[in-house]
């Protein structure tokens, strides 16, 4: 990955790439970039990092607003032997800093903006050096101080050793950090996404839109295998307002579109409109959280590709995707369909579901703790060696969700371990109440210690009507009293999945819920 810019330039990749707004280097003002412009900015910050003193085995955390050039700037650190962990600044300071705590790193890359709001959180010695990207502060270097100085060579490792960190979304509490080896990040995930699959995969006409939380091990992977296949052109999107995103999109009108949930969700509005951006989409992919069936029809049907294609990825941080399932404008018609997560990847992973309690593995059709297996996994938690042990089942991965074996070897969730309720399926109520309030942007269900399930419903205004909420849970399990939030006033993460436990705590004062917790 350090020369991975360098070995696309000299092989001719010709791709163009198109940003909403300019990285957040001081030193950069662009919105646009060929490989070779990307891979001389990967040698600049290379030179940075080194002059700060990173170096083999070094840790370089990376704190800043959520943009593409986490993965340029972790490039650049791969590049001098040191090992990115990639930290999204959207996380509360406070969890920012006991991650760093674990992390121990050498650099710390940032803003003058979050290193004064991190000293205020912690006193100093969050890491031996920090690098401020944009200016200066007290007991911190800027660009200015380390300027000029040569990339050093590559440093080359071995495919087992730690190439990336990564933290989990974390919405029950703090993330874990996730560390990953070239030979799971980049042999087993980006490897396998670099074939030009038929209807699916990556071809050199393409336009590929990329609205992602680039913290995140998903974009680390997606941009070694994405840059390979040479398409015409990348456009990054780094907000999930529409009226921001579609002078972009309509800029360069996408054939293929990988997004958050989140950022499907905030965008929808935009499929309604007379000339809408994704009128040329032929393939539509989703990763991280569960997609409603509302929003997938939305954007099948916005398409005026004659047979355009859902991709739905689950798998987990430590894992790569475990599952696909693809979705097509007949099989979103019935909500119940759209629960599936599709099959184990063939030849890649394999799946179990077992009793949470006894472990003993269940039959098709009964629902349980699922399992996976895959080469994929990652290599550990860095700090928590024993919460990593406790998850791990012999060559078995705990994801901590529960779900179902259907007779046909496909998967169906249920919920989290953490947030599920005895006899009801909250991912799955979630469907139908979305499916049933049009004008909810999302529909969340708790399930506090205690009490019934509490329902909320986010819409635009905050504001619910309850003729039509008494008729949408007329043959649904008893459910507590809704309460209806606007967007803003949801806690998330940064990959925009909804930090359920806060939530929770916000509403009620606790945050206990059904579930153990055991595997968060």
């Not at 991280?288 to 069936?293: F, S």
Request: aromatic share 6%; hydrophobic share 40%; charged share 20%.
């Amino acid at each position: 990955m350090g020369v991975l810019f360098d070995e696309c330039a000299a092989r001719g990749v010709a791709t163009r790439f198109h940003l909403d707004r300019p990285f957040d280097i001081g030193t950069e003002e662009a919105t646009s970039y060929t490989v070779p412009e990307l891979a001389t900015l990967v040698r600049r910050a290379a030179g940075w990092f080194a002059a700060a003193g990173a170096g083999p085995s070094d840790r370089v955390a990376i704190v800043k607003p959520n943009h593409w050039d986490y993965d340029v700037l972790a490039c650049a650190a791969v590049r001098v032997g040191a090992v990115p962990a990639q930290l999204s600044a959207q996380l509360p300071h406070q969890w920012l800093v006991t991650l760093l705590r674990r992390l121990r790193p050498a650099l710390l890359v940032t803003t003058a903006a979050l290193w004064e709001a991190l000293r205020a959180a912690e006193p100093p010695g969050l890491a031996h050096a920090v690098l401020l990207l944009d200016g200066s502060a007290p007991g911190a270097l800027g660009l200015a101080d380390v300027a000029g100085i040569p990339a050093p060579a590559p440093h080359l490792r071995h495919d087992d050793e730690p190439l990336v960190i990564n933290h989990t979304s974390g919405t029950t509490g703090v993330p874990k950090l996730v560390a990953h080896s070239t030979r799971t990040i980049i042999g087993k995930l980006a490897r396998f996404e670099t074939v030009r699959y038929p209807r699916i995969g990556v071809r050199r006409d393409d336009t590929l839109v990329n609205a992602n939380a680039f913290a995140h091990g998903r974009t680390f992977c997606w941009t070694a295998s994405a840059l390979c296949l040479d398409p015409a052109e990348i456009a990054i999107l780094t907000t999930q307002d529409p009226d921001v995103a579609d002078p972009l999109l309509r800029a360069h009108p996408p054939t293929l579109v990988e997004a958050l949930p989140s950022a499907y969700v905030r965008f929808q509005p935009l499929t309604a409109r007379l000339d809408n951006p994704f009128r040329r989409v032929r393939l539509f992919i989703s990763t991280y959280d569960a997609m409603h069936p509302p929003t997938l029809r939305a954007y099948l049907r916005a398409t005026a590709h004659r047979a355009p294609l859902w991709m739905q990825g689950w798998g987990q941080t430590e894992t790569g995707p475990l599952t696909f399932r693809f979705h097509t404008r007949r099989s979103v018609a019935h909500t119940s369909e759209a629960r599936g997560v599709g099959r184990p990847v063939p030849g890649k992973t394999r799946l179990r579901v077992v009793d949470p309690d006894t472990f003993r593995t269940l039959g098709r059709g009964q629902a349980g703790l699922v399992l996976a297996r895959t080469s994929a996994c990652a290599t550990g938690y860095v700090g928590e060696n024993e919460r990593w042990a406790a998850k791990r089942h012999g060559a078995w991965w705990n994801t901590g969700d529960l779900g179902r074996l259907r007779g046909d070897g496909s998967v169906e969730l249920l919920d989290r371990e953490v947030d599920h309720t005895p006899g009801l399926s909250c991912l799955r109520t979630e469907d139908l109440l979305e499916d049933r309030l049009p004008e909810a942007a999302e529909c969340v269900l708790l399930s506090p210690s205690g009490r019934a399930p509490l329902p909320v419903v986010v819409t635009q205004d905050g504001l619910l009507d309850r003729a039509a909420w008494d008729r949408a849970v007329r043959d649904l399990p008893p459910l507590g009293e809704p309460v209806a939030l606007t967007w803003d006033q949801v806690p998330r993460t940064g990959t925009g999945k909804v930090r359920r436990t806060a939530l929770l705590r916000q509403l009620t004062g606790s945050g206990e819920t059904v579930g153990s917790g055991r595997w968060t």
